[in-house]
């Protein structure tokens, strides 16, 4: 079961790092993880770009050249979904641990 996850972001770099670090943290691994930063202004797109380099197989970063709001931002994301299920966290929450692992279970 290949599970994606999407993140949205617009300047939230202060919290972005947790909302990641929370996905890549999960018991059962996502299949990919796609970031979609709507034109954010705060250095959110740096770190963005530092976690598709660390993680190159697996984060799919998206950069909106203009901000076009959440609704515009989460079609982008799923459009990029190549996974069975999607998941989605924004920039600015996190996933529990087990999260992606319960809801395999209960599509199971």
Same mark, same amino acid.
């Given at each position: 079961?290949?599970i994606s996850v &999407?993140?949205?972001?617009?300047?939230?770099?202060? &919290?972005?790092? !947790?909302?990641?670090? /929370?996905?890549?943290?999960?018991?059962?691994?996502?299949?990919?993880?796609?970031?979609?930063?709507?034109?954010?202004?705060?250095? /959110?797109?740096?770190?963005?770009?530092?976690?598709? /380099?660390?993680?190159?197989?697996?984060?799919?970063?998206?950069?909106?050249?203009?901000?076009?709001? *959440?609704?515009?931002?989460?079609?982008?994301?799923?459009?990029?979904?190549?996974?069975?299920? *999607?998941?989605?966290?924004?920039g600015d929450d996190? &996933?529990?641990?087990?999260?992606? !692992?319960? !809801?395999?279970?209960?599509?199971?």
């Open positions: 079961m290949r &999407f993140i949205t972001s617009y300047n939230q770099k202060t &919290f972005l790092i !947790e909302a990641i670090e /929370s996905v890549l943290c999960q018991t059962l691994p996502p299949y990919q993880i796609i970031i979609v930063d709507d034109n954010s202004q705060d250095g /959110s797109q740096d770190v963005i770009a530092g976690y598709a /380099s660390r993680y190159p197989d697996l984060v799919i970063p998206i950069y909106h050249a203009h901000n076009q709001g *959440v609704t515009p931002t989460r079609i982008d994301a799923l459009r990029a979904v190549t996974g069975d299920y *999607v998941t989605y966290v924004d996190r &996933f529990l641990p087990t999260k992606i !692992e319960k !809801e395999a279970k209960l599509l199971k």
